[in-house]
């Protein structure tokens, strides 16, 4: 089996030898000479049985002495600010399921932006096998809306409704949706949809699927842009062979929801005031 390059640069006139690269090497590569400067074992393959592609090495090293994989210290983003603290816990505190937007495409280089930082989004062993079937043109999302609506005529003249949903359920979401929903029950106006998925034989896969969700949300919250989970037209659209199909996801894929996103309509004043009503069970041993 042939070696892998990682290009692991060591810049000794900056190491200092303190050996946190070593320490943050989760396939523990990484081992230090009698003159403690690091090396690296060698490479067969980039996965949880070699090096992970993770960079800890790069982003741990106080004076940036290491390069790896072709990046260089100096190219990576700086760290946030103590103060985001704050700013954080106020934006996943006031954050709002968006159901009523602009009718305008987001900014294309915004969105790519947006879909550029998931890749920093947490995987288990840095697989970074996500993939992300978006619709970024609202006129392709209007497409999409008519297919269900017209498919979801003849399932109901066939008493056929979603997971959990009944006649009874469904016509009140029907009346609801001019006003809760600003006319659109399935997308609630949103002009895109974005749909994380990844292979299910990673045991890890439901998981990160969400993660990677929560981090878009946040994400979107942070640049202005309102968000809202889409979990009943993707039940409905499994009802709809023909309609899911058209999504392109591949079957042995798992797909936890979609999520709407674009410019609000309007926006809130303040956040909600929760009242504690979460459970909490604190273990001891």
């Excluded at 000794?12 to 523990?28: I, R, T």
């Excluded at 009140?172 to 399935?186: F, K, S, T, V």
């Amino acid at each position: 089996m042939s070696l892998i390059d990682t290009k692991f640069r060591v810049d000794e006139s900056k190491c200092v030898g303190c050996g946190l690269c070593q320490l943050a090497c989760p396939s523990m590569l990484i081992e230090m000479n009698e003159h403690k400067k690091p090396g690296l074992k060698p490479v067969k393959s980039m996965d949880w049985y070699g090096c992970w592609g993770c960079q800890h090495c790069l982003t741990v090293c106080p004076n940036g002495a290491i390069s790896v994989l072709g990046k260089k210290p100096e190219d990576s983003l700086p760290l946030p600010s103590d103060a985001i603290a704050t700013d954080l816990e106020r934006l996943v505190c006031s954050r709002r399921s968006c159901r009523h937007y602009k009718d305008e495409n987001v900014d294309p280089e915004l969105l790519n932006e947006l879909l550029a930082a998931l890749e920093a989004t947490p995987t288990g062993g840095n697989k970074q096998k996500m993939e992300f079937t978006v619709i970024d043109d609202r006129a392709e999302l209007d497409k999409l809306r008519k297919m269900i609506c017209e498919g979801v005529e003849d399932l109901k003249k066939q008493g056929i409704y979603p997971y959990s949903w009944d006649a009874e359920s469904y016509g009140i979401m029907e009346d609801r949706g001019p006003q809760a929903m600003n006319g659109d029950i399935y997308f609630c106006s949103a002009p895109h949809v974005i749909i994380p998925h990844m292979p299910k034989k990673f045991g890890s896969a439901a998981v990160e699927v969400g993660i990677t969700l929560a981090y878009f949300e946040l994400l979107c919250e942070s640049k202005g842009l309102g968000c809202v989970y889409l979990g009943f037209p993707m039940n409905v659209m499994k009802l709809l062979p023909d309609v899911w199909a058209k999504l392109g996801i591949p079957e042995d894929h798992f797909v936890a929801t979609a999520m709407g996103f674009g410019y609000p309509k309007f926006d809130y004043a303040r956040g909600a005031q929760k009242s504690g009503k979460q459970a909490i069970h604190r273990l001891k041993f």
